[in-house]
């Protein structure tokens, strides 16, 4: 039997999609609620993070025991989780099993938000926040997309503030859910071996009474900033780099070429980072990723290293950057098409991966593509691509934000700080 794909959507909205693979041995399932921080008003950021742990706090219908009891009685593998403009809340069971599965997901989107847990939960986010902002790496990372999507959504950490979590109240966060959480803002995603028309009449019975309708998202596109920062923590021993520069958004058809640029680029082995920075023993790490959000996306690129190499490695990968679109080889394409091919297709192999790219697609494009499809898209990539892509996204035109015990890197506004969470 062969891969088939089949969508449909309920009377109220909510999208049911699914890739059937007779041969697979589990099946995936996952809501995709687009939501996230981008969403938030500024006064409650942090409150999709907040509100993807919430739902595992209770519902109307079982307590928080009883969902990773239920999860567990199951043999289900669980989670969720929040980005900038995302909310998933996904499982991985035996085909047998998707009956209970979807009904224990289904359960969990519509939290009743008890009070109790709310306040618990809370000290457990604040927790987190001070956590992320002790570990340098996150810290820097949060700090240059702060500077670089100055003044927009995008800047803000999906985390939140310590300030704004903590003045967050239930009844805000109900209210958000209420406005977010309607079901033509929402798609079910499932993976695997699975019966098409029992998965349709599982998510009319479990998600057929969601509120209606569809949120219609105004939003607004920022225009990156440059500029550069050092931030001087002196109990940091190593220097955390970061180097932001524009890029295609994830609904962009150049993402394969971006995706393919930063391997070459910036990947953990065989890249021109690794040549110019890892190999010579100038840093430890090297690397460059794209981010694509809706309508723009941006290049990372992150060095860590000993400070006294910070300022030499920030024009080392200044000038990599600057000359990406130079002399790129046929050579260096086959390579980091075959090293992007591979990881597509070992993800795919698995259900719960397969499920993920299949709603990240659905949702941002309202687009089926088989994994034939990404793999030709990969193929279809020519150096003349890669070339245009830097002329249009110069990649050293980049925010350039350094944390660590350096206090003298030249052309850097120095913020000095002893404590990372401060």
Not at 291 to 310: K, R
Not at 374 to 397: G, S
Request: aromatic share 8%; charged share 25%; glycine share 6%.
């Amino acid at each position: 039997m062969r891969i088939s794909f089949h969508h449909t959507r309920l009377d109220n909205g909510l999208a049911v999609i699914g890739e059937v693979v007779p041969h697979a041995r589990s099946v995936a399932l996952g809501f995709f609620v687009h939501t996230g921080s981008r969403h938030e008003p500024e006064q409650w950021a942090g409150v999709s993070h907040f509100l993807e742990h919430m739902a595992f706090k209770g519902t109307e219908r079982r307590t928080a025991w009883d969902i990773n009891r239920d999860f567990d009685a199951i043999g289900a593998h669980y989670n969720a989780f929040t980005s900038e403009e995302m909310t998933v809340f996904h499982c991985a069971v035996l085909p047998e099993f998707m009956p209970q599965a979807l009904d224990i997901l289904a359960d969990i989107v519509r939290p009743s938000l008890p009070a109790g847990e709310f306040e618990l939960e809370k000290k457990v986010i604040l927790e987190e926040i001070h956590m992320y902002a002790d570990e340098p790496t996150w810290a820097a990372y949060e700090e240059a997309k702060q500077a670089f999507f100055a003044g927009h959504p995008l800047g803000r950490s999906v985390l939140g503030t310590v300030e704004s979590v903590s003045a967050l109240t239930r009844e805000q966060m109900a209210e958000y859910h209420r406005q977010r959480y309607l079901a033509g803002n929402i798609t079910l995603v499932a993976a695997g071996r699975l019966d098409w028309d029992r998965l349709v009449e599982l998510a009319e019975k479990h998600c057929g009474h969601w509120p209606s309708g569809y949120v219609n998202d105004r939003l607004t596109v920022p225009v990156p900033k440059r500029s550069r920062r050092t931030l001087v923590r002196p109990q940091v021993a190593q220097e955390h780099i970061f180097l932001l520069s524009p890029g295609p958004g994830v609904d962009s058809p150049q993402r394969y070429a971006a995706e393919l640029l930063a391997l070459i680029l910036g990947d953990d082995t065989g890249s021109r980072l690794y040549w110019a920075l890892i190999d010579p023993g100038r840093a430890d790490s090297a690397d460059v990723s794209v981010h694509g959000y809706q309508g723009v996306g941006a290049f990372f690129t992150y060095v860590s290293c000993d400070p006294e190499h910070a300022s030499a490695n920030i024009e080392i990968a200044l000038e990599v950057l600057a000359t990406a679109g130079a002399e790129i080889t046929e050579e260096e394409l086959t390579q980091a098409r075959n090293k992007m091919a591979a990881r597509m297709v070992r993800a795919a192999e698995l259900p719960m991966g397969r499920m993920r790219a299949l709603g990240f697609n659905w949702t941002y494009l309202q687009e089926y593509r088989t994994v034939d499809d990404e793999l030709r898209r990969l193929d279809q990539v020519t150096v003349a691509d890669l070339q245009q892509l830097t002329e249009q996204y110069p990649l050293d035109r980049a925010t350039v934000v350094a944390l660590g015990c350096a206090e003298d890197l030249e052309g850097q506004k120095a913020v000095v700080s002893a404590e990372l969470s401060s």
